[in-house]
Nanobody, 123 residues
C-alpha cells in the first residue's frame, strides 16, 4: 500500500512558477513509476508528466514540454513537478499517481493516487 500526499499548489500569476511535491508513505516508493495528472474544471483528467522508478527516464505532455520538469528523490520518497512559465490554461487540480508495473500515460492503469492540490494561474 502506498499513500500519496501532494503539496505546493496555490495561486500564481501567468509567467510565474510553482513546485509541486508528492510525498509517499511506505518503503517501496523506489519500486514505482510515478506520474502527474491534472483535471481542469469541466474537463477530463489529463496526463502531465511521468518518471521511471529510478528517475532515469521521463516523459511529458506536449502542452507542458519545455516548461515543466518532473523529478524524484527516492531517499525522501518524494516526486516533484517544477512548473515554469505558467499559463492560465494550466489551472487545474494536480494529482500524483504511482504505478508498480506500468509505464505510460493511462491514468486508469496507475495503482495509487493522491488527493490533489489546486493550482490557479491568473492572467
Amino acid at each position: 500500500q502506498v499513500q500519496l500526499v501532494e503539496s505546493g499548489g496555490g495561486l500564481v500569476q501567468a509567467g510565474g512558477s510553482l513546485r509541486l511535491s508528492c510525498a509517499a508513505s511506505g518503503r517501496t516508493f523506489g519500486s514505482y513509476n510515478m506520474g502527474w495528472f491534472r483535471r481542469a474544471p469541466g474537463k477530463e483528467r489529463e496526463f502531465v508528466a511521468r518518471i521511471t522508478f529510478n528517475g532515469g527516464v521521463s516523459a511529458y505532455a506536449d502542452s507542458v514540454k519545455g516548461r515543466f520538469t518532473i523529478s524524484r528523490d527516492n531517499a525522501k520518497s518524494t516526486v516533484y513537478l517544477q512548473m515554469n512559465s505558467l499559463k492560465p490554461e494550466d489551472t487545474a487540480v494536480y494529482s500524483c499517481a504511482a504505478a508498480r508495473n506500468y509505464w505510460g500515460q493511462e491514468g486508469r492503469l496507475y495503482d495509487y493516487w493522491g488527493q490533489g492540490t489546486q493550482v490557479t494561474v491568473s492572467s
